[in-house]
């Protein structure tokens, strides 16, 4: 049973590249939300030997060096074409959605499960996901704003958080489809303070 008794509230955490997604995961999760990051069991699933093989077969074995995928080799391959990212997703997808049942499974069965279970899944409205929450969540923030934080991140050039942002549907689609909105066009502590409320009204009997 949780503190309150009640089933765990079910988050679903979306936006396109670089809204912020893993921040406000990263917030409610010091807040006490439990959070399950796609992304990271996407890595994890491209580290399976079974995927990996099946990767290896579909794109060929150049993008496999020494046991572990060549990950900027595979997305500009398949950031530039719908129908070799569509084999990857149909590779990658049943896994991560398997392996994020298994860990609801899991919180679910702790003695005190969380109150708020966080699913921070950048694909959520593409892969059909947007009745599986009680509230889904959509971070915003303009591309231009996001080209630049996801350069300072990571280093990938503007060409390809365009050439990503648009194998995503249109962020101003998902922003209509949410039950909650962030704006994640200001600062930090902006950011914070959206997440603040966000909790009040997710952790509210
Ligand atoms: C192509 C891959 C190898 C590139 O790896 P890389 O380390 O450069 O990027 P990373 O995985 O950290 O993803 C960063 C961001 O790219 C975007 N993105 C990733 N995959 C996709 C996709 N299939 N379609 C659209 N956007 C995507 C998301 O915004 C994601 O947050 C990798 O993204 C991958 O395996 N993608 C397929 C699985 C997938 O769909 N993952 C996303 C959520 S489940
Ligand atoms: N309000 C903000 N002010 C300044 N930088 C920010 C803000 N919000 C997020 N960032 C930074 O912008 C970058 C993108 O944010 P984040 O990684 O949270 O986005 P994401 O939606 O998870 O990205 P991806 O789609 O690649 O998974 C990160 O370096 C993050 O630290």
Redesign the pocket.
Known sequence: MSLSGSKPRSVGLT????????????LLQARGAAVIDA?ALARDATRDPAVLARIAAAFGPDLVVDGALDRAALAARVFRDPAARSVLNGLVHPWVQRERERRVAALLAQPEPPRVIVH?I?LLFEVGLEGAFDTVVV?D?PLEL?VR??A???GLSEEEVRA?DAAQLPLAEKVRRADVVID?????G??ERQVEALWQVLVAP
């Open positions: 936006g396109n590249i670089g809204s912020g997604k893993s921040a406000v995961a990263r992304d921070d950048p971070v923030a996001r934080r996801v300072a991140r990571s990503r994640n066009s200001g600062d930090r902006a950011l």
